[in-house]
């Protein structure tokens, strides 16, 4: 893809100049399209398989931020194991605003739900930290008007001031998420204050995410957490320069933590289909199956007749397995997974920008 202003456009305008390109080809071309602004994403995901997926130009397409968070927290040990015995939930709290904190904030959303939620209702807890975030929410609950109606989600102002929306109870509140916003800078009182009650609490397994784009600013932020955050927080930062000894340099003092980094785009280059598109097509591929147990179509040739839509949900379905697999018991009483798999699904959709209720599409 390309790099600079309208890098959509510009990557989508690509697409067409290579299917026509390709329409005389003697086999299948693979090609992974690139995008970086959230809503091209969204867009896409209400086109049509045939329109996506006509002739021999098969393309997957992926929005960096998205995989650079999923990097961090699918099939790696960062987030926390929580089993259904335990009276614990997770709070991850995003110190920043924009395009990762979102693509973080979806992931946990669509990956996180615990088996303890059923016998506890503790809900996973998604906290964005930064300045002016009152915007940032109005933004965001325009963009998921069908997650917001249903979760419940509280801004606090800078002077402390609560104000929470409740969520739709005519079907139940059955959503494991809650959202919280802090309109204050990392360093004033109110947000430091907030974050070290989380790290301090025996209820709560906090994760800390730096989604700051300018890397010294990340820095700065990184280095004057409150102390707790240090003792009993997981942290990781978004970091896309091309060196991370300051990192290293940060681990080895020991007065941190241990810092994880998100943002690495030379994994994307090695590994977006292994690690992305084929967790997506074995997830289809099961589904399929099921379905109809006499198909004879390979993984890929299922894959290929799907929508982008379709495409998400299943990398989706694939991306909450690794968690699950560590924190759920497998026995032959399956309610918890089951459980844990239609939240997950309901969330999955409401990411998509799906809402439910007979007025909506």
Known sequence: GEDGPERDSRNLHCIEVL???????????????????????????????????KGHLLVDVFNEYEFMSEQLLVGTDFLPTIRESENERLHVVLIGTGPIAQAVAFAVANVCHY????????????????????????RLVVSRMGLFRLSKYTYVDANGNK????????????????WNFVDAYCEADLARNFIAAVAASPKERLVVCICKEDASKAISTLVHLPRAVYDN?????????????????INESGMYGYVRIMGDIDEMKEFVHSRRVERGQRANYVRERRLNPDTRDTEEKMWYRLSEADKTAAIYCANALPLRKRCFEITDDDSLLRDAEHRRWMMSMLLMGYRSGPTDE
């Open 115 to 138: 088996p303890n939620f059923k016998r506890t209702n503790l809900k996973t807890c998604i906290t964005f930290v930064d300045e002016d975030c009152e915007k940032w929410v109005d």
């Open 233 to 249: 927080a997981d942290i990781a930062v978004y970091w896309r320069e091309a060196n991370d000894d300051i990192i290293k340099h």
């Open 19 to 53: 299917r026509s390109i390709s329409e005389k080809a003697l086999r299948d071309i693979h090609c992974h399209l690139l995008l970086s602004d959230p809503s091209t994403s969204e867009i896409l995901r209400y086109l049509k398989a045939p329109e996506q997926n």
């Open 163 to 178: 104000v929470t929306h409740d969520p739709e109870t005519t079907r139940g509140d059955y959503l494991d998420v809650e």
